[in-house]
């Protein structure tokens, strides 16, 4: 439970209709397994104590005695375990007779919530046998001990302030206004649900589109266990589909027709920091009765898959889908700037590497977009002291290809003679070495465009904009960046798209060819005719800042719990102390570096991080990392 990780279950045990002696051992049997499993919430079915197609059964004072029994007997069979049970079970009060969850931890009944909404159509007809709950929660006797009886009861973990867990059945969730949204709205971070919902062609899809939805509209986490196996077929078939949702992502879903426990990890603290930052999702001011449970507080073994690339899709179908969308709003944004700025051309330092190319490829679209000439666009290649032959071939080919016009300026001999103007021995390959090249090609593109009527169009990513990996008043600025929010993982991922998907194999070859070169901004001298400045030697790898960037922006997290996933994502490719070295360099620069995002040029947001500092990101140039640090500094201890 360490970093807000909670194990959850949804098991549909074997039952046999109105056996209660053998439901109730298999019930056991599967906490028993549950708990070997380190569950801390584990869900039952709709009726798992009895079976949910007893019928007129459910009025013989038999069965709802060998029930009551049941909840007892289940009850003191958790008082060794270290978790929350929910079981679905018939409840007499007050001469009423109920379809109720019982919570059971540490051997004591907590409560039980009662079922709001009888589905009385179709196949279904519970309100032959049962009341539907009571509007508001009160106090029932049972065994002697007052309990909590009613809708919307939630239960709240003693070790941790955010674990608060509510309930509804089966129907509950289908109704217009599910309980759910209540117990959401007053705290509720995982909702469970004791369901019996019979197998129809298709039913299948909306049943987990119905629970994703649901988790995703309350920000929560959702456990649904179903009823399979066991209960009676003579008008119905049930298929044990259990599914467990975290804010709209299905995390595990059983196969359907095997009856089994299906285990995934909740992350509270991820689905706490989604409610901060949502100013819509309101607490209406409702409070809901609390009952404590008691779980104990330790790691959770995780076993949800983290993937390396989380800016992408793994679906190739989906990435392609993702990729298209991408384009188009990074065109549509320049095509609106063009027009609004009367621009009649826009001017793209081109140097053959993926993100210039990116840019091109954008403002080729925003120009057939508007139904301009692509001549229009000025490609500026400006060879210097560090661009090599390999480089060089391949932005002039690509230009050619995509119909824009080429523009060659050499900057050799205006960086040289800045040097002579303010001293600075050439040898000394320092900043002031590098900085002076990237400043001169922002300074001839500024002149270019103001030349030919046009903009410039920004060519750096999300990526080096997190890293300050950029000059600043040099490829830091332009009139408008089209790839401000595309991170580097992502832009080769546009690039092999574009590739794919065109018709011009010799436009095809050199994007191949560039999604093969390596990352190198080209200011330090070629070794040999190759690169010899390779970014990600430099500042690190990438995939990994890209990873770190998705956890700390979207979510939040900390460094200790980032280093943690990190580890898990990347096993086998990098070792722990290297993932540490980056996390650590991260952190470093992203702090020191906010000022140059503090000015940063308009651009189109294209995913759910950014840092715009007039949109997503704001945050002071001047703020300290210590705290940051210390937090990753507890992995080490």
Not at 342 to 354: H, N, W
Not at 399 to 420: C, D, N, Q, Y
Not at 464 to 491: C, F, Q
Request: hydrophobic share 40%; proline share 4%.
């Amino acid at each position: 439970m360490r970093q807000g990780f909670v194990k959850v279950a949804a098991a549909t045990p074997n039952i046999r209709v109105a056996d209660v002696s053998y439901n109730t051992g298999e019930i056991c049997r599967s906490i028993e397994e549950a708990a070997r499993e380190g569950a801390k919430i584990i869900v039952f079915p709709e009726m798992s104590v009895t079976g949910y197609t007893c019928g007129d059964l459910f009025l013989q004072d038999v069965l709802l005695a060998k029930a009551k029994r049941a909840i007892l007997e289940i009850a003191d069979f958790t008082k060794e375990k270290d978790m929350l049970v929910f079981v679905g079970a018939p409840l007499m009060a007050d001469g009423k007779l109920y379809n109720v969850a019982a919570a059971l931890n540490k051997g004591k009944v907590l409560g039980f919530t009662t079922k709001t909404f009888l589905p009385n159509y179709s196949e279904f007809y519970e309100m032959r046998q049962f009341t539907p709950g009571p509007r508001e929660a009160r106090e029932i006797l049972f065994e002697g001990e007052k309990v909590p009886f009613g809708p919307c009861l939630l239960f709240q973990s003693t070790v941790m302030e955010g674990l608060v867990v509510g309930a509804e059945i089966c129907e509950d969730v289908w109704a217009v206004e599910p309980p759910s949204i209540r117990e959401a709205l007053a705290g509720a971070t995982i909702i469970v649900n004791c369901s019996a919902s019979d197998e129809t062609v298709g039913k299948d899809v909306y049943r987990r589109e119905l629970i994703g939805g649901q988790s995703a509209r309350l920000i929560a986490g959702y456990v649904y266990a179903n009823a399979g196996e066991g209960e009676s077929t003579t008008d119905l078939v049930f298929g044990g589909h259990n599914v467990i949702a975290e804010n709209g992502v299905i995390l595990k879903e059983s196969k359907r027709f095997v009856n089994n426990i299906i285990y995934s990890e909740i992350d509270i603290r991820r689905l706490l920091s989604e409610r901060r930052k949502n100013t819509t999702f309101q607490n209406g001011g409702e409070t809901l009765p609390r009952i404590l449970f008691e779980v104990n507080e330790e790691d959770t073994k995780l076993t949800r898959v983290f993937s390396q690339n989380p800016f992408v899709p793994q679906d190739e179908r989906e990435r392609s889908r993702r990729c298209e969308e991408i384009l188009t709003i990074q065109a549509a944004g320049l095509k609106k700037r063009l027009s609004h700025a009367r621009a009649e051309s826009a001017v793209v330092g081109i140097s053959g590497g993926l993100d210039s190319t990116l840019a091109l490829l954008v403002a080729v679209r925003a120009f057939e977009m508007l139904g301009r000439d692509k001549e229009k666009i000025y490609a500026v290649t400006m060879p210097c002291f560090g661009t090599t032959d390999r480089t060089y071939q391949n932005a002039c080919e690509m230009v050619r290809k995509v119909g824009a016009t080429l523009m060659e300026v050499p900057i050799s001999e205006s960086v040289t003679l800045h040097f002579r103007d303010i001293g600075h021995d050439m040898s000394n390959h320092n900043a002031a070495y590098e900085n002076s090249q990237a400043r001169e090609r922002t300074q001839v593109l500024m002149d270019v465009a103001n030349d030919l009527g046009g903009i410039v169009i920004g060519t750096g990513d999300m990526s080096e904009l997190a890293l300050g990996w950029a000059t600043y008043n040099g490829d830091h600025m332009s009139m408008y960046g089209v790839n401000a929010s595309v991170p580097k993982t992502l832009v080769r991922h546009l690039v092999r798209y574009v590739a794919d998907e065109t018709k011009d194999e010799g436009l095809r070859d050199v994007l191949y060819d560039v999604l093969d070169t390596p990352v190198s901004p080209e200011l330090l001298p070629p070794q040999d005719g190759n690169i010899a400045q390779k970014t990600e030697d430099l500042v690190g790898p990438y995939e990994l800042h890209d990873f770190f960037l998705y956890y700390m922006l979207r979510f939040g997290y900390e460094p200790s719990k980032i280093y943690r996933l990190a580890k898990l994502a990347f096993a086998g490719k990098y070792e722990a102390e290297t993932i540490y070295k980056w996390l650590e360099t991260f952190y470093r620069r992203f702090f020191s570096q906010q000022f140059k995002r503090s000015c940063l040029p308009d651009g189109p947001k294209v995913g759910t991080v950014a840092l715009s500092p007039r949109g997503d990101w704001r945050m002071p140039s001047d703020a300290c990392v210590a705290a940051w640090m210390e937090d990753l500094c507890t992995v080490r201890r």
